[in-house]
């Protein structure tokens, strides 16, 4: 084979490089664990990462090994991003928010040798420890003024094992395909399965997103991730930062609305990204305090399915756009994005938003089909839904240590393709919408109704925050929905009103048959609505029959 090109690796290392050398003085901003703000700059983030890399070393950790990380968005967690993956070790980011039973099973599964964690998790590492296999290595993310703090036995200290490391290190020559960084996604049923990225992977996602129609990051923006870095690294964004360098901020533990509005303002965001329940919490907190964002243009939205009037409040009365996104952690995340196409520009205002209530469009990379029951691809006319497929170059092929290797689905041929286990429609211009789980859909007299679609009514009303509609059992149709609601604070909307509202916004026979009013509904560790806990404990719930 001719070489004529250059033969230079994708590395994750290349990244913390090109932002030293080229965006060496912009800032990284962490509210810390502790307390304080900390701001540091790229070229300092990559000289400790590269610290980082000899300490790793002088704990014998080698390549290949995989290290665990119990952390919040913080300067010290994007060392650990850079300085493990960068010297060819794998870094497993573990969400603390699991069951410590999880917990257990995710770090013992993947062979973990050290785990760094932040203070606020000590007291779920002391239980921890006697559980894990094989960690010989506990590192808390702070300095030594806190090590009293924690009562993790044989306890290290971040800041003093970087003080003790050489800060000369030269990046490994690795091949790109060396896998660099582990998350495991928790199914609501089994045990939760393990994602292994890889360098390439890693690059080739980072500029997908960077792209405009997708994530539409520049050297002009200042990114917060809300998004945790434990939930599919922080959807790429801590890399796409420094392959644009792009400034970047980092809320430490802080998620509520007061604090990450704090710093959005004091940082001058441009741009930020997370799950709808956060930005639940951002959006009342504005509307109790009538307040405005001054500089925030741009969020990105997804994880779960982005209520219509999320995304009109947004839009009308704080003038953000919305950058509706899907994705799993399966495919690095991200998949599709709903921004326009030249043609949509002189559509008005409502027309425009109902595209981008839509999941979007596939960024180039991934590749969607929807296909029914027997594998048979379904037409792309906004109506037709089935299962949705996807492939590309950063889509998992198998999962981590899965023996069977049956994570893909072979179609007709030949291609392999990942079966999301979500139900989608797709429009004539590409436009996916998911219509639901596959396991969520209500199957009603053998036709599907998409409780998504109904809980999005449902939060259209103004006394509703959060809905959740599941299917329950109905003696003649099978399944019918069941709307379980949460009232704003005060409000007095009844049943029987909320029922009546759904008229004329959906088909007679969608129309959940009953509303149950609650407190709040159970979400998972990365703020999903957790549907197959309320299906449990409505099982038996007996309907209205007419
Ligand atoms: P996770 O890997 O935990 O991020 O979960 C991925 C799943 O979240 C997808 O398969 C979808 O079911 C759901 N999801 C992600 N983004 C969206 C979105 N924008 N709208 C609806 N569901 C979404």
Known sequence: ?????????????????????????????????????????????????????????????????????????????????????????????????????????????????????????????????????????????????????????????????????????????????????????????????????????????????????????????????VVPMFHANAWGLPYAAALTGAKLVLPGAGMDGASLFELFEKEKVTLSAGVPTIWMGLVSHLKDKNLKFSTLKRTVIGGSAVPPAMTRSFEKDYNVEVIHAWGMTEMSPL??????????????????????????????????????????ELPWDGKAFGELLVRGPWILNNYFRNEKNDSLRKDSDGLDWFPTGDVATIDPEGFMQITDRAKDVIKTGGEWISSIDLENTAVSHPDVIEAAVIAVYHPKWDERPLLIAVKKQGATVSKKELIEFFKDKVAKWWIPDDVVFVNELPHTATGKLQKNKLREEYANYKLPIS
């Open 335 to 376: 998949g599709t994005v709903s921004s326009l196409k030249n043609k949509h520009l002189s559509l008005d205002r409502e027309e425009q938003l109902a595209i981008k209530d839509k999941q979007g469009r596939a960024i180039f990379g991934v590749d969607l089909k929807i296909v029914d029951d027997n594998g048979v």
């Open 1 to 225: 084979m001719n070489a004529h090109m250059m033969d230079v690796p994708l590395l994750i290392s290349s990244l913390i490089k090109f932002a030293d050398r080229y965006h060496g003085n912009t800032e990284i901003v962490t509210r810390t664990v502790e307390g304080p703000i900390h701001r540091y700059t790229y070229s300092e983030a990559h000289r400790r990462s590269k610290t980082l890399a000899n300490a790793l070393a002088n704990l014998g950790v080698k390549k290949g090994d995989r290290i665990a990380t119990l952390a919040w968005n913080t300067h010290r967690h994007l060392e650990i991003y850079y300085g493990v993956s960068g010297s060819g070790v794998i870094c497993h980011t573990v969400n603390p928010r699991l069951f410590l039973e999880q917990i257990a099973y995710i770090i013992n599964h993947a062979g973990d040798c050290c785990l760094f964690f932040d203070l606020t998790f000590s007291p779920i590492v002391e239980k921890l420890a006697p559980l894990l296999q094989h960690v010989n290595h506990y590192i808390l993310m702070s300095d030594k003024s806190n090590l009293q703090k924690s009562n993790v036995p044989n306890l290290l200290c971040y800041e003093e094992i970087l003080s003790q490391a050489s800060t000369e290190f030269a990046w490994p020559d690795l091949d790109e395909k060396t896998d660099s960084s582990l998350c495991y996604t928790s199914g609501t049923t089994g045990n939760p399965k393990g994602v292994m990225y890889q360098h390439r992977t890693t690059i080739l996602h980072s500029y997908a997103a960077a792209m405009p129609d997708a994530l539409n990051l520049s050297a002009r923006d200042v990114i917060l991730p």
